[in-house]
């Protein structure tokens, strides 16, 4: 599941190196939840929870089925 999570966040990579930031995978739970860490401009910024559910987590259900949560650590 790990390899899948990856190549999904290859595809949403692109569009957060555009505004200055990017996602790193920390872990992939045995449970579905996925831990991110938002870095860059994305770190600190005041929408990241947006980008972060609506976005990410948003794209990663839909690639990975078993995904159930993604959270920012």
Request: glycine share 10%; proline share 3%; charged share 30%.
């Amino acid at each position: 599941m790990k390899e899948q999570v990856e190549k999904a966040l290859d595809k949403i990579r692109p569009a957060l190196q555009r505004d200055g930031g990017d996602v790193e995978l920390v872990e992939v739970g045995d449970d579905g939840v996925v831990k991110v860490r938002l870095t860059g401009a994305c770190g600190g910024c005041p929408m990241s929870q947006i980008t972060l559910k609506q976005g990410i987590e948003k794209v990663l259900k839909q690639e990975v089925s078993a995904v159930k949560e993604v959270v920012a650590l």
